[in-house]
């Protein structure tokens, strides 16, 4: 089986916690992150100063905040399939 290999390549503050990000291949997901902003590593990325400081990461081209909070690009490029088990996951996390 083989996975295709995705690379951000820009990315657009659009709200609060959402972003617009370009992919390598073209597409464009318009994620919210609020909902799983949850936990030790990504806690801290609701204060929206802090969620700013997003960047892409030039050895692994995907987002990355100052604390090594990431996701796999895979998971950004597919957000629509992916999401709800982010959510789910995230629900149980302490803050």
């Known amino acids: 089986m083989t996975h295709e290999i995705h690379r ?7 709200g ?5 990000v370009r992919f390598d291949d073209g597409t ?4 919210d992150f ?17 969620f700013k400081q997003v960047r892409i ?3 692994f081209h995907t987002l990355v905040w100052p604390n090594d909070a990431d996701f796999a690009p ?3 490029h597919d ?7 982010f959510i789910r996951s995230r629900a149980q996390w302490r803050e």
Do not use: H, N
């Open 8 to 14: 951000v390549r820009s990315f657009e503050q659009v």
């Open 16 to 20: 609060p916690y959402t972003l617009r």
């Open 28 to 31: 464009l997901q318009v994620i």
């Open 34 to 50: 609020e909902p799983v902003l949850r936990g030790q590593l990504f806690g801290p990325l609701r204060a929206p100063e802090f």
């Open 57 to 59: 990461d030039p050895d």
């Open 74 to 76: 895979a998971d950004l």
């Open 79 to 85: 957000w629509p399939e992916v999401r709800e088990e």
